[in-house]
């Protein structure tokens, strides 16, 4: 099977559980924007196995997830995890899951790039499907940041497409 080029990203999170949907609301909302075609959004939900087939498919991924890393709630890092090891500590209640993806992927040799954007939250609320606050607040540089990232990866794949045909 050869990989698509194209960029996955993917929203990870529980979407009835409030900020820990925070990945879900991010895909959602880039889903109404008018991105480009080379680019894949994936309501990703709470993880796991299934999700191994995006991975396979693809070259790379962005990954936005909520942690509890205890950052200020609203905190944005981006992180490039090459290993399982590299993942946050304080992944949200779907931790374990990825984790295993991403050995399963070392194992298979077909681990793509991953970009992983991560958001703090305070806390997991038990219920609910709107942001607090904070991580509304936040919300809009989120999604300038993903936009901004796959913008530029494009740009980078555009030039090493033409630096292959010279």
């Known amino acids: ?38 680019i894949e959004i994936v309501d990703g939900g709470t993880g796991g196995f299934h999700l191994l087939q995006y991975f396979e498919e693809h070259t790379t991924v962005i990954l936005i997830d909520a942690t ?40 298979m040799d077909k681990m793509p790039h991953i970009y992983l954007f991560v958001v703090s939250i305070e806390t997991i609320q038990q219920q609910g499907i709107e942001l607090t606050s904070p991580i509304e607040r936040v919300m809009p540089a989120l999604l300038e940041k993903v936009i901004s990232l796959t913008a530029k990866l494009e740009l980078q794949e555009n030039i090493n497409e033409v630096a292959a045909l010279a």
């Open 1 to 38: 099977m050869e990989r698509d080029p194209h960029i996955l990203i993917l929203g990870i999170g529980n979407y009835l559980m409030g900020d820990e949907g925070v990945g879900v609301h991010t895909a959602r909302r880039l889903e109404t924007m008018n991105l480009s075609p080379d």
């Open 68 to 107: 509890l890393d205890g950052n200020p709630p609203g905190t944005i890092r981006l992180i490039e995890p090459k290993f399982a090891k590299d993942f946050p500590r304080a992944m949200s209640t779907h931790d374990i899951g990825l984790r295993d993806m991403v050995n399963a992927l070392q194992l």
